[in-house]
């Protein structure tokens, strides 16, 4: 899962994306509106975290604009200005949710994770696909035989991306574009030796390698 | 009375009549001049036929010519009289004066004058008397004629023209009337358009109105701009204050939550970035709320609801609380937007954290406002609902929000000179919290 997070504030924006990768999501920081909008419009995020008070260009203007040019990215508000009427009128902007400063980091999370649940249609908490459940909290895989596998964190975004897309054919850019941050060295063998990595952790079948297309993560079976 | 179509009424009802009075005045008595000046030329002419018809022989008996009469002053009470009279005492008087008299005092040849006398039967009679000399004697010549048939007459005319000046009269005030609607007309509209402006359906008023209206409807504009604008520009000094005191409380707050920090001084700063967090948020909200009578713009609950619905739903996604909202569909009339979002949103935040499933809201508008906020939850005591709505009570500090929730409803209420009451719901079992606004 791959994060948009806009904030202009020197010392939060570098803190919450710590706090962000460290909850398992690979996070790009832009700290202005107009980077910020061009980030949202060419770079495939799966959420994105927008402040409003940015300097370039505010962030309701960023959101309108992402909005009219089609976009659908989840969008979460994260404001000082929190009055009833401006999180209505965030919602009216089209943000999926919004959420007033100060926040405590479990609850931004939370809000995060039901926002990419509700993206994806996904209604239990727990992401448990072909035998396989992620916790996402202690960042490992619990096995069909109920042994606990440990993941690093590149293996961990991997492996959760596939399992939020089972079945559908993933070519090597867009697990790329989704697990590493913008300023990740993005070579695709990187990918080949984290997909063979994860196999030998999960096991080889549940990977299917379509040969110049891709990978299918669980086959047919859910 | 401050009707302006009734006093036009009135006044242009006076100085008609005054105007008509006078007029009508006029005409009667310059026909009245006309007619005895004409009946005067008349007698004047007959008088001096008369003196030429007279004879005065050698004895001083007087006769006139045979024939020279006109028959109109034998026939008796003709209306016509006349009366000759000789210094010697003689005299000669119409057939037509029968057994009654003309009196008359005797004139020196020259003098003449006319009067009106009492004749014969109760006729009014217009005489006119002259002296002259004929031979060697001066002569009196008076002739009269009835007037009560010309009197008659002009009384007909006086009549009809008091007609036809009422009759003109009404017509010109029912004119009057149509004029007057006609030119109060887009002051009526201005009325329907400040009802608008109420309801916040428009945001001024029309300025193609009267010449002498527009004064004001111009200046009825340029105040509302003037509000609108400087609680626009408090708000977003505001907004902006929040965003610069916030964001240090947020970094304080991560702080908190930062597993590096040693747990004592998390319990501290926790404790002092709640208060400082909620000494803010009751600050500005005091500072943003607009009051009864603003210039901002109306709340449509239509529209409204279900995205403050929404944002409620997502703050908590971990429940799957039910929200039942019945509200009027058009924009309600003279309360400011944000005020009533601030309203509605800690209402139905309170509801939806003490909530289990449900939260039902029900708005109506008449000439006040009326909110019902209840819930499923567990319900509070009698001892709880009266601490409840002092500033910044919680009654579950385990639950996240800042309590602060009722303590602004009621100074939003409060703001609005409404009432509210607090108490269990009957059908749901929770919390009903029940308003109304006074919106004058």
Known sequence: MRLLLVEDDAVLGPRLRQDLRRAGYAVDLVDNGIDGQFQGETEAYDAAILDLGLPGRPGLEVLQNWRSAGSRLPVIILTARDAWHERVDGLKAGADDYLGKPFHQEELLARLDALLRRAQERAEPQLSVAGLTLDEERQCV????????????????????????????????????????????????????????????????????????????????? | MNSLAQRLNIGLGISLILLMGLIGWLIYDQNQRLADELIVTRLQHDGEGLLAA???????????????????????????????????GGSLRSRSLWDAELSGTTL?????????????????????????????????????????QL???????????LALTVGFLFLILFIQRRIVRDSFAPLRQLGREIEQLERGDIDRLTEAVPLEVQPLVVEVNRLLQVMGRRLERSRHALGNLAHAL???????????????????????????????????????????LAGAGSAGQRFNPAEELPALITVLERIYHHKQIKFECHAPSQNLSNIDRH????????????????????????????????????????????AELAALTERGHRLDETRPGHGLG????????????????????????GLRVRLSLSLQ
Not at chain 1, 155 to 182: A, C, D, I, Q
Not at chain 1, 192 to 215: D, F, N, P, S, V
């Open chain 1, 142 to 222: 619990q096995l069909a035989d109920g042994e606990s596998v440990e993941l690093t964190g590149t293996e961990f975004r991997l492996l959760r991306y596939m399992m939020v897309n089972p079945g559908k054919l993933l070519s090597k850019t867009r697990l790329t574009e989704h697990v590493y941050e913008g300023d990740a060295d993005r070579d695709s063998n990187v990918i080949e030796a984290y997909i063979k990595r994860l196999r030998q952790k999960i096991g080889k079948q549940l990977i299917e390698t379509r040969r110049g297309q891709g990978y299918i993560f669980g086959g047919d079976t859910p």
């Open chain 2, 151 to 161: 009197q008659q007459r002009l009384l007909q005319n006086a009549l009809l023209l």
């Open chain 2, 246 to 288: 916030k964001g240090p409380l947020n970094l304080l707050t991560q702080l908190a939550d930062d597993s590096e920090t040693p747990a004592s001084l998390k319990q501290e700063l926790r404790r002092h970035t709640a208060a400082l967090q909620q000494q803010i948020e009751q600050q500005l909200i005091r500072a943003r």
């Open chain 2, 339 to 382: 005020d009533l979002h601030e309203l509605l949103g800690n209402l139905l935040d309170n509801a939806a954290k003490w909530a289990k499933e449900k939260v039902r809201c029900v708005i109506e508008q008449n000439e006040v406002i009326h909110i019902i906020v209840e819930d499923d939850g567990s319900g509070v005591t009698e």
């Open chain 2, 54 to 88: 007279l004879q005065v022989d050698a004895e001083g008996n007087a006769t006139l010519v045979e024939g020279a009469i006109s028959a109109i002053y034998q026939r008796p009470l003709s209306g016509h009289y006349f009366l000759l009279q000789l210094e010697n």
């Open chain 2, 108 to 148: 020196v040849p020259g003098e003449q004058h006319t009067r009106r006398i009492n004749g014969p039967a109760e006729q009014p009679l217009l005489m006119w008397a002259g002296g002259y000399r004929k031979g060697n004697h001066n002569v009196t010549v008076m002739v009269a004629e009835d007037l009560s």
């Open chain 2, 406 to 429: 009722l303590a602004i409803v009621k100074e939003i209420v409060e703001l609005y000179h409404g009432t509210l009451e607090l108490d269990r719901s009957p059908e749901l079992g």
